[in-house]
């Protein structure tokens, strides 16, 4: 039996890269994109030329033409960034329309292939980078030197911010973006900039649920603002926050709960839960403050494995209970941390590592600028992701490299720049390509 899978397995593979859609356009697949986990498509980042015009966008596939209206895809604006309907059969009527009125065109895919030898294509891997295919590359000092740009390029955005406001602010809305993920890093930054640090410090001292109250009460979401949460949580510790955050009164402006996503975010990263686990982080360094308490922690790593303290200062073991509901139930889901070792460690890449490095050229502190670029280059391998696996199938398969931190940001680093958009001219994959030999 061909189902969606097999048909999405077709369309990985590359093996239909020219045809012409139902609206007579030509087009030729320059990339296939990667499998999408977020809402409004199944394949993201599809680079393709259309008529010798590039396009890049999200690409829909279905086992026939008529479930895109039947699913409800041309009623749902998520799905306005598809730029091709991929479908193995047309049934109904083509085109098909997405939301915003726009004609959408539609590949028939059985016109391109023998049906028959479709089933073998479902766990089919995505394509192979050319370049590491046909040419010996040196891909381990690419990796390494991408790992380092992206840190430059991470610690410059930085060293800007820090032009404009604190370092204490910058670092705290750096932690903020972090624990939003990648749905909720824009309503974190919104957050951090209506409830700033200096804000949460000063009224709520040595105070950890006003803490919390302060920072779920302006992000919109507590009980008695969203109406998620069932009744019998107003009582016992959810009262307590809604009493810190009454007297508050009109001080801050909350925010609205559609400012927030919840759509694919998995329980233990709902937004509810990051703002217990950041109040936790807070009141863990009030007296001496993030900047200085973290910083501290740098100055005393003496080895590259004590480099992985860093990350128990950022967890928060603190988890899921009856007398401690971080999410109001609205999961329930007991023994979970707050904030576990693997998001401390990305906080760690993503936002320690190139904010003290900016920090210490503002500072020009050397000591420390050298403390965090040695854990850069020797921080151990962090749990990888969608992004990473991706990247790893593109251009290491069968290759013998082991991956640390550094170099999973190389990879990523070359994802963002390069590969997303198939910019292979500029690609540095492709720039040190060497013949191969005969």
């Known amino acids: 039996m061909i189902n969606e899978k097999v048909v999405a397995g077709l369309w990985r593979s590359g093996r239909i890269s020219s045809f012409v859609d139902d609206l007579g356009n030509h087009i030729e697949i320059i990339c296939p994109g990667r499998s999408s986990t977020r809402a409004g498509c199944d394949f993201q980042d599809v680079v393709m030329?259309?008529?010798?015009?590039?396009?890049?966008?999200?690409?829909?596939?279905?086992?026939s033409s008529d479930l895109w209206r039947?699913?409800?895809?041309?009623r749902d604006a998520a799905y306005n960034g598809v730029?091709?309907?991929?479908?193995?059969?047309?049934?109904?009527?083509?085109?098909?329309?997405?939301?915003?009125?726009?004609?959408?065109?539609?590949?028939?895919?059985?016109?391109?292939i023998n049906v028959k030898r479709l089933r073998r294509l479902a766990g089919c891997p995505g394509q192979r980078c050319g370049y590491m295919a046909h040419r010996r590359v040196d891909i381990d000092k690419i990796l390494l030197s991408e790992g380092r740009q992206r840190l430059e390029n991470k610690s410059a955005r930085f060293a800007a911010a820090l032009l404009a406001e604190g370092a204490e602010q910058v670092l705290y809305k750096g932690i903020c973006r972090a624990l939003g993920y990648s749905r909720n890093m824009t309503p974190f930054e919104t957050l951090a900039d209506r409830m700033p640090v200096e804000f949460i410090i000063k009224h709520a001292v040595k105070n950890r649920?006003?803490?919390?109250?302060?920072l779920t009460g302006a992000a919109g979401?507590?009980?008695?603002?969203?109406?998620?949460?069932?009744?019998?949580?107003?009582?016992?510790?959810?009262?307590?926050?809604?009493?810190?955050?009454?007297?508050?009164?009109?001080?801050?402006?909350?925010?609205?709960?559609?400012?927030?996503c919840f759509t694919f975010v998995?329980?233990?990263?709902?937004?509810?839960?990051?703002?217990?686990?950041?109040?936790?982080?807070?009141?863990?360094?009030?007296?001496?403050?993030?900047?200085?308490?973290?910083?501290?922690?740098?100055?005393?790593?003496?080895?590259?494995k004590g480099s992985r303290r860093l990350e128990d200062s950022l967890m928060v073991s603190e988890y899921y209970s009856r007398t401690n509901r971080y999410d109001f139930d609205l999961y329930q889901r007991n023994g979970a941390t707050l904030i576990g070792k693997g998001r401390a460690g990305e906080i760690v890449m993503n936002i320690l590592v190139p904010f003290f490095t900016a920090f210490a050229k503002y500072k020009k502190d050397g000591e420390l600028e050298d403390k965090v670029i040695k854990i850069y280059t020797h921080y151990a391998a962090l749990p990888g992701n969608e992004l990473t696996a991706y990247m790893k199938d593109l251009l290491?398969?069968?290759?013998?490299?082991?991956?640390?931190?550094?170099?999973?940001?190389?990879?990523?680093?070359?994802?963002?720049?390069?590969?997303?958009?198939?910019?292979c001219a500029r690609c540095p994959v492709f720039k040190c390509r060497r013949p191969a030999r005969a």
């Open 266 to 304: 998995r329980p233990v990263n709902n937004p509810v839960r990051r703002l217990a686990a950041l109040s936790y982080l807070l009141q863990r360094y009030e007296e001496e403050g993030l900047l200085a308490g973290l910083r501290r922690m740098i100055y005393s790593i003496a080895d590259e």
């Open 209 to 214: 649920p006003g803490k919390q109250a302060l």
């Open 49 to 63: 030329m259309v008529n010798g015009g590039k396009a890049v966008g999200d690409v829909e596939v279905h086992i």
């Open 221 to 260: 979401l507590l009980p008695s603002q969203s109406g998620l949460f069932r009744f019998e949580f107003y009582a016992g510790e959810t009262a307590k926050l809604e009493k810190e955050w009454s007297a508050m009164g009109d001080q801050v402006r909350p925010m609205r709960l559609s400012d927030w």
């Open 396 to 423: 290491l398969r069968g290759a013998c490299i082991t991956l640390d931190a550094c170099r999973q940001q190389g990879l990523l680093h070359i994802y963002h720049c390069y590969c997303r958009v198939k910019d």
């Open 83 to 112: 730029i091709l309907h991929v479908s193995m059969w047309q049934h109904g009527k083509l085109p098909v329309r997405l939301q915003d009125g726009r004609n959408l065109s539609t590949v028939i895919l059985s016109q391109y």
């Open 70 to 74: 039947k699913h409800g895809h041309d």
